[in-house]
């Protein structure tokens, strides 16, 4: 048996109808309403999925979190992305960013989720004790729903973040 397409589980939700939905729903209540409301909301999310690849790590992550409790994402992006004097002075390290080297040939960083430690960086990016294009790049990790930012040589460059030639 083949599995559904998108479009036909989208088509399905849509005629039977979500509690989301400003129309009437067919299904008011039931064990079906939750499933349905569920589907409703992964459709979306594979929605999103089309439209940037900063949301299908984020659904991927998601996915992970709720199957291991534990887990920590990380995104990995090219050194391309940040420029030759900031990848220098990660070499030292970023007060107050948490680097590691990665086998010479770039860093692990970690992209804190607390808000409040977050702001400071937001502060200090603007300040420009944190290079902004590095901010660029972990703001894009953190919203990916990662926690952690690979900086590596041989990591794929991503469309919309700026490049570097070094």
Known sequence: MDAPTIDELYQVM???GSANQKKKPVVKSGPLLPILEKMAAWL??????????AA???LAV????KAL????????????HVQKETSEALVDGVSPLTVFPHGGYGYLIHVPSDADFWETLVQQSNNGEIPTELFVCMNYARNAGCCWLLLDGDA????????FEW
Do not use: C, R
């Open 156 to 163: 794929p460059e991503i469309d919309g973040l700026q490049t």
């Open 14 to 16: 849509k005629h039977a």
């Open 56 to 58: 299908t790590v984020k």
């Open 44 to 53: 979306y999310a594979m929605a999103e999925v089309d439209a940037s690849p």
């Open 69 to 80: 409790p534990n887990f920590e994402g990380m995104l990995a992006l090219s050194t391309a």
């Open 62 to 65: 998601e996915t992970a979190e």
